[in-house]
């Protein structure tokens, strides 16, 4: 498998919108997921995508941001509109060790994930 390697992030103001990328070469039909880390707190899921192209999304993100992959190019990607300052965090591409085809009780749970990215960095000013 490919590297996971996030890029897109940056610092915007409240409002505004940003669009992380990591590459999926070698990760066909894998669940594929983005994941958060703010400051002093836990990483949490935020968006995961199964091998099919089902999506299921945080409470906390639910109707600002999506997430898609587009197989042509071995890309996923996180849309992140209406960005809040609460949304400032690091932010994780991960994929499963194995082809994934349904979204279960455990996708938004870190452990579920084995091949991570290092991470970028969104800051969202008020």
């Known amino acids: 498998q490919v590297q996971l390697v996030e890029s897109g992030g940056g610092s915007v103001q409240s409002g505004g919108s940003l669009r992380l990328s990591c590459p999926t070469s070698?990760?066909?039909?894998?669940?594929m997921g983005w994941f958060r880390q703010g400051p002093g707190k836990e990483r949490e899921g935020v968006a995961v995508?199964?091998?099919?192209?089902?999506?299921s999304y945080a409470d906390s993100v639910q109707g600002r941001f999506t997430i898609s992959r587009d197989n042509a190019k071995n890309t996923l990607y996180l849309q992140m509109n209406s960005l809040k300052p609460e949304d400032t965090a690091m932010y994780y591409c991960?994929?499963?060790?194995?082809?994934?085809?349904?979204?279960?009780?455990?996708?938004?749970?870190?452990?579920?994930?084995?091949?991570w990215g290092q991470g970028t960095q969104v800051a969202v000013s008020s």
């Open positions: 991960a994929a499963t060790a194995r082809a994934c085809w349904r979204i279960d009780d455990f996708a938004f749970s870190p452990g579920s994930y084995v091949y």
């Open positions: 995508i199964d091998g099919g192209g089902g999506t």
């Open positions: 070698g990760y066909s039909g894998h669940c």
